[in-house]
Nanobody, 120 residues
Framework: QVQLQESGPGLVKPSQTLSLTCTVS??????????WTWIRQPPGKGLEWIGF?????????SPSPALKSRTSISRDTSKNQFTLHLTSVTPEDTAVYYC??????????WGQGTQVIVSS
Protein backbone atom coordinates (compact mmCIF):
# COMPACT_ATOMS: atom_id res chain seq x y z
CA GLN A 1 0.00 0.00 0.00
CA VAL A 2 1.41 3.36 -1.03
CA GLN A 3 1.54 5.92 1.75
CA LEU A 4 2.50 9.58 1.64
CA GLN A 5 3.66 11.71 4.54
CA GLU A 6 4.23 15.45 4.50
CA SER A 7 6.87 17.10 6.67
CA GLY A 8 8.08 20.63 7.19
CA PRO A 9 7.72 23.71 9.36
CA GLY A 10 4.34 24.56 10.76
CA LEU A 11 5.16 28.25 11.06
CA VAL A 12 6.91 30.42 8.49
CA LYS A 13 7.58 34.14 8.55
CA PRO A 14 6.39 36.38 5.73
CA SER A 15 8.85 36.77 2.83
CA GLN A 16 10.58 33.47 3.68
CA THR A 17 10.61 30.34 1.54
CA LEU A 18 8.35 27.49 2.57
CA SER A 19 9.76 24.02 1.90
CA LEU A 20 7.62 20.93 2.44
CA THR A 21 8.72 17.37 1.77
CA CYS A 22 6.56 14.40 0.92
CA THR A 23 7.98 10.96 1.68
CA VAL A 24 6.49 8.11 -0.32
CA SER A 25 6.54 4.56 1.01
CA UNK A 26 5.25 1.35 -0.48
CA UNK A 27 5.97 2.52 -4.02
CA UNK A 28 8.48 4.44 -6.09
CA UNK A 29 8.18 8.03 -7.26
CA UNK A 30 9.60 6.82 -10.57
CA UNK A 31 6.66 4.44 -11.06
CA UNK A 32 5.21 4.77 -14.54
CA UNK A 33 2.57 7.40 -15.15
CA UNK A 34 2.48 8.90 -11.67
CA UNK A 35 2.44 12.63 -11.15
CA TRP A 36 3.40 13.64 -7.63
CA THR A 37 1.28 16.56 -6.72
CA TRP A 38 0.94 19.32 -4.16
CA ILE A 39 -2.46 20.71 -3.20
CA ARG A 40 -3.46 23.14 -0.48
CA GLN A 41 -6.58 24.25 1.30
CA PRO A 42 -6.65 27.72 2.87
CA PRO A 43 -8.91 28.11 5.89
CA GLY A 44 -12.54 28.32 4.87
CA LYS A 45 -11.75 27.78 1.18
CA GLY A 46 -11.63 24.93 -1.29
CA LEU A 47 -8.73 22.86 -2.51
CA GLU A 48 -6.14 24.61 -4.65
CA TRP A 49 -3.88 22.66 -6.98
CA ILE A 50 -0.26 23.83 -6.79
CA GLY A 51 1.72 21.65 -9.18
CA PHE A 52 3.40 18.34 -9.82
CA UNK A 53 6.64 16.58 -10.58
CA UNK A 54 6.26 13.56 -12.79
CA UNK A 55 7.75 10.09 -12.72
CA UNK A 56 10.12 11.28 -15.48
CA UNK A 57 11.09 14.43 -13.58
CA UNK A 58 9.06 16.94 -15.53
CA UNK A 59 7.24 19.67 -13.65
CA UNK A 60 4.17 21.80 -14.13
CA UNK A 61 2.90 24.55 -11.88
CA SER A 62 -0.38 26.33 -11.41
CA PRO A 63 -0.63 29.54 -13.45
CA SER A 64 -2.78 31.04 -10.71
CA PRO A 65 -1.72 34.61 -9.94
CA ALA A 66 -1.52 33.61 -6.28
CA LEU A 67 1.20 31.06 -7.04
CA LYS A 68 2.72 31.94 -10.38
CA SER A 69 6.52 32.22 -10.42
CA ARG A 70 6.83 31.37 -6.73
CA THR A 71 6.55 27.60 -6.97
CA SER A 72 9.06 24.88 -7.65
CA ILE A 73 9.01 21.15 -6.98
CA SER A 74 12.06 18.91 -6.82
CA ARG A 75 12.66 15.28 -6.00
CA ASP A 76 15.21 12.98 -4.41
CA THR A 77 14.84 9.51 -5.85
CA SER A 78 17.36 8.07 -3.39
CA LYS A 79 15.01 9.02 -0.56
CA ASN A 80 11.79 8.56 -2.52
CA GLN A 81 10.78 12.11 -1.67
CA PHE A 82 9.55 15.19 -3.48
CA THR A 83 9.67 18.70 -2.14
CA LEU A 84 7.62 21.84 -2.63
CA HIS A 85 9.36 25.20 -2.46
CA LEU A 86 7.19 28.30 -2.25
CA THR A 87 9.05 31.60 -2.15
CA SER A 88 8.10 34.99 -0.72
CA VAL A 89 5.24 33.63 1.37
CA THR A 90 2.51 35.88 2.74
CA PRO A 91 -0.28 35.20 5.23
CA GLU A 92 -2.42 34.26 2.21
CA ASP A 93 -0.27 31.13 1.89
CA THR A 94 -1.57 29.89 5.23
CA ALA A 95 -3.22 26.55 4.47
CA VAL A 96 -3.22 22.83 4.99
CA TYR A 97 -0.81 21.42 2.42
CA TYR A 98 -1.31 17.96 0.97
CA CYS A 99 0.86 15.79 -1.23
CA UNK A 100 -0.81 13.29 -3.50
CA UNK A 101 -0.14 10.77 -6.25
CA UNK A 102 -2.04 11.33 -9.49
CA UNK A 103 -2.38 8.73 -12.19
CA UNK A 104 -4.55 9.37 -15.19
CA UNK A 105 -6.17 12.34 -13.55
CA UNK A 106 -7.15 10.43 -10.45
CA UNK A 107 -5.59 11.26 -7.11
CA UNK A 108 -5.00 7.72 -5.97
CA UNK A 109 -2.98 8.50 -2.88
CA TRP A 110 -3.03 11.36 -0.38
CA GLY A 111 -0.94 12.39 2.57
CA GLN A 112 -2.73 13.35 5.76
CA GLY A 113 -1.91 17.02 5.25
CA THR A 114 0.22 19.46 7.20
CA GLN A 115 -0.85 22.82 8.56
CA VAL A 116 1.31 25.78 7.60
CA ILE A 117 0.81 29.20 9.14
CA VAL A 118 2.52 32.27 7.74
CA SER A 119 2.90 34.85 10.45
CA SER A 120 5.49 37.13 11.94
Amino acid sequence: QVQLQESGPGLVKPSQTLSLTCTVSGGSITSNDYYWTWIRQPPGKGLEWIGFISYIDTTYYSPSPALKSRTSISRDTSKNQFTLHLTSVTPEDTAVYYCAGDRGGFLDYWGQGTQVIVSS
